[in-house]
């Protein structure tokens, strides 16, 4: 489970790491508290998601109108599907460098990986492709716990001096603390910011509670704000629904062939929009699920993928004809039907209507990124 920027940064000031000065709004306050009065700040949206930068949803501003403006702004911006209900204003920094430290777990090996680099930012992932190397890596058993020393002489290789050096340890053991009594996925300072006088400063804050521990954090829970609203609409229908942002509709039955459905439309060069789990036992939903679908505006083709066994693909194609048959779909459909009802599965579908049907899902998944090129 995912923490606010604004909640993880409230754990830090906890555990002695030092985050800009702030509050966090849900209405436009002329006030904004009077330790900000007069300086310039920054407006951060609060949502669930890394990229906010690049999205637009960081925002610098100098004077009580563009606060007013850019606060409007945030909370009618959508980044990655999700729109802020809170915005977290801070003093502006002065960042003279950006570093990224973090920890995960390495699943592999079951240790604990501390990452640093001394080139932190917006472009870490970017980074993390092109020069891997620029980020030092250290796993750690959990039974040994965070060596100091090592950790120190690993930030020495950075080129810091000496004392910041000895602040990032310091920071670095502080947020070891944080994802081990936590119990983190993610625990990330990223920038970890020095400032024009030589101040460290956590100027943004990623913390993941594992789900499993996440029952010991009730004061945490808001899982609805994961969830972009049509996921949410999914979700009060028991149907599996996850947002993507390409443009083709996927629907199959159960997860693990709806991945491999993802999987075959990018090999040929296409890009899902969502997925949408139906199964036998929610065939009758199919009208709410191609709703779902089509309720995604950069849905331009539907490709559905069923493979029949406790599921029956007749009964699903039973759900899916009568979707057909209310006049719904405004896109075209691609099909591939094999295992358990997929002989009358097919025969029902092509008596819908439905042109493009095959057993094949490989042949399917390659006509839909065809048909795609010509709309
Ligand atoms: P993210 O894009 O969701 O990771 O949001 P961050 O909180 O990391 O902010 C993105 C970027 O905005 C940072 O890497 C900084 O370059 C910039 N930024 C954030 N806060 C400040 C600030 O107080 N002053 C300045 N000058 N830049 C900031
Ligand atoms: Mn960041």
Same mark, same amino acid.
Do not use: F, I, L, Y
């Given at each position: 489970m995912k923490l606010y920027e604004f909640e993880a940064k409230k754990i830090f000031t906890e555990y002695s790491i030092p985050i800009p000065t702030g509050s966090v709004y849900e209405q436009y306050n002329a006030d904004r508290g009077r330790h900000l009065t007069n300086k310039p700040v920054v407006l951060k949206s609060q949502v669930l998601t890394g990229g906010r930068g690049k999205a637009g949803g960081i925002k610098p501003a100098f004077t009580e109108e563009e606060v007013r403006n850019g606060f409007k702004q945030l909370l009618s911006l959508r980044i990655k599907g999700l729109q802020a209900r809170q915005i977290l204003i801070e003093e502006q920094l002065d960042i003279k460098r950006e570093i990224y430290l973090g920890y995960s777990i390495l699943r592999s090996k079951a240790k604990i990986v501390f990452m640093i680099s001394g080139? =932190? =930012?917006?472009?870490i992932e970017e980074l993390a492709r092109t020069r891997p190397e620029a980020i030092i890596k250290l796993s750690i058993d959990i039974l040994d716990g965070f060596n100091k020393n090592h950790v120190e002489s690993l930030i020495g290789k950075l080129g810091f001096d000496e004392k910041t050096t000895l602040e990032i340890a310091d920071i670095a053991r502080a947020l070891y603390r944080i994802f081990t009594e936590y119990e983190c996925d993610v625990a990330e300072i990223n920038p970890l910011v020095i400032t024009g006088d030589g101040k460290l400063i956590a100027a943004d804050a990623r913390i993941s509670i594992y789900d499993e521990a996440v029952h010991k954090h009730p004061e945490y829970q808001k899982e609805e704000d994961t969830y972009t609203p049509l996921e949410t609409r999914a979700r009060k229908i028991n149907l599996g629904y996850v947002e993507l942002d390409g443009d083709i509709g996927v629907t199959g039955n159960g997860a693990g062939l709806n991945m491999a459905t993802l999987d075959i439309i990018t090999y040929f060069g296409g890009k899902p929009a969502n997925f949408l789990e139906v199964s036998g036992r929610t065939y009758h939903k199919a009208k709410e699920a191609i709703e779902i679908i089509l309720a995604n505006p950069n849905v331009k083709i539907i490709f559905g993928n069923f493979f029949g066994c406790i599921s029956r693909c007749d009964v699903i194609a039973k759900g899916l004809a009568e979707a057909i048959k209310s006049g719904i779909l405004n896109v075209p459909l691609v099909i591939a039907m094999r295992g358990t009802g997929s002989v009358e599965g097919l025969e029902t579908l092509k008596n819908a209507g439905v042109k493009e049907l095959y057993e094949d899902d490989i042949d399917a998944g390659k006509r839909v990124v065809e048909i795609l090129k010509t709309l």
């Open positions: 080139e =932190g =930012g917006m472009d």
